[in-house]
């Protein structure tokens, strides 16, 4: 409530980058301070044994990640885990640092709950944040209950034709500090980026990130691909097949969209934010319908991830339900607040024992072979 309050009385009208920074800058500091982590941890961690979720060859103490996109650089990852995210997916991550686009480049729409980014991927690049990954190596040791994905992306500048380069690169670099990793294609920032969806691209990017990593001794790095909510159907179903004929460990539904159908918010708010990404409360519709085609498509063969829209526990456990055996937010969190991770997990063990499941890893797909006037929450 008093985070609301803030939002409502101040945040919204500060500059929403700048607000992200502070943020983000005041969690590191908090979580620095001796014995801060393990207190917070102790209060926001997922701690229901409900929760606990076993995929992609590691254990979740709960099911709700942090999206990429938050986390840029590797900075916060312990922070964030202390809010009591499951996971933190860092990145995206590209071969070599780039500034992104110019700002003004984040905006909120405050009355559809959502964001657009036109970031650009932004970022330190893969060798000062594997430098940052290797310093929390050595100072955390085992004592680290985080789950670090890794999200990396193409290099504005580095031509198309060199594309598959530019991904092994950061991949060869990052997957020591990986817990999984995922090759986005999705993002709408980068020019020409979603055009390596198209599966006669893509093939080639995925089959060589994952020969790398075999190559450099990383052959058990559970390996996904991030897709976009504007794919056509049929795109959608061959990227299925793609990643199941390659061997893939999952798929992330969805990245950003650049739809900005049945937007709340006025004509000249949405025109001052302008083109990029949305995120947030209207994507829930879409993203949905992409997991449930994509389980339809894959069964429980490969680990779905469900992020967009997700809003409620309810939204995290209808997810679950059609398919996705992890969820992700980010959009939530910024309007939702620090404790907004707690809530989550919270809501979604109630979810879970009100619907006689010992665990939330036996709802995942159960309502996918329902038809829908049928599924039920």
């Known amino acids: 409530m008093l985070y609301q309050m803030l939002f409502h009385a101040v ?40 929760l606990a979720v076993t995929a992609l060859g590691r254990e ?44 003004p480049r984040l905006f909120r729409l405050v009355d559809d709950r959502a964001i657009v980014n036109r970031m650009g991927f932004n970022n330190q690049g893969s ?7 290797l310093e929390r190596s050595r100072q955390r040791g085992s004592r680290s209950e985080a789950v670090v994905g890794i999200n990396i992306g193409k290099t504005k500048v580095t031509p ?14 990052l997957a020591p500090f990986a817990d999984y990793m995922v090759v986005n294609v999705s993002s709408p920032n980068t020019p020409g980026l979603r055009d390596l969806q198209a599966v006669e691209r893509l093939r080639p990017l995925l089959a060589e990130v994952r020969a790398t990593l075999d190559a450099e001794g990383h052959s058990t ?12 159907d049929e795109d959608i179903d061959a990227v299925a097949d793609l990643a199941l004929d390659l061997g893939l460990d999952g798929i992330i539904a969805t990245n950003t969209t650049i739809a900005r159908d049945g937007l709340r918010s006025d004509a000249d708010t949405v025109r001052e934010a302008g083109t990029g990404g949305l995120s947030g409360a209207p994507l829930k519709w879409r993203s949905m319908q992409v997991l449930k085609r994509l389980r339809a498509r894959v069964g429980d063969r490969l680990v779905l991830i469900a992020v967009g829209g997700i809003e409620t526990p309810q939204d995290a456990w209808e997810r679950i339900r059609a398919g996705a055996t992890l969820v992700q937010g980010y959009t939530g969190l910024i309007y939702g607040g620090p404790l907004w991770p707690r809530t989550m997990h919270r809501g979604l063990a109630r979810l879970a024992r ?3 499941y010992a665990s939330i890893a036996d709802a995942v797909g159960v309502d996918a072979d329902v038809p829908e006037d049928q599924a039920h929450g």
């Open 160 to 173: 198309e034709s060199e594309a598959v380069g530019d991904y092994t690169t950061s991949a060869r670099r």
């Open 354 to 356: 009100a619907a006689g």
């Open 60 to 103: 979740f103490r709960g099911p709700l990640g942090l999206a990429a996109g938050f986390d840029k650089n590797a900075e916060g990852i312990d922070g964030l885990t202390v809010l009591g995210f499951g996971h933190v997916e860092v990145g995206t991550v590209t071969a070599h640092p780039q500034p992104g686009n110019p700002a």
């Open 221 to 232: 790095l559970p390996l996904l691909v991030k897709i976009a909510p504007d794919l056509a």
């Open 127 to 133: 060798v000062v944040v594997a430098d940052r990954l």
């Open 11 to 50: 945040l919204r009208h500060t500059d929403a980058e700048a607000v992200h920074r502070l943020s983000f800058a005041a969690l590191r500091c908090v979580a620095a301070v001796p014995g801060a982590a393990d207190a917070m941890r102790r209060v926001l961690g997922p701690r229901e044994q409900e």
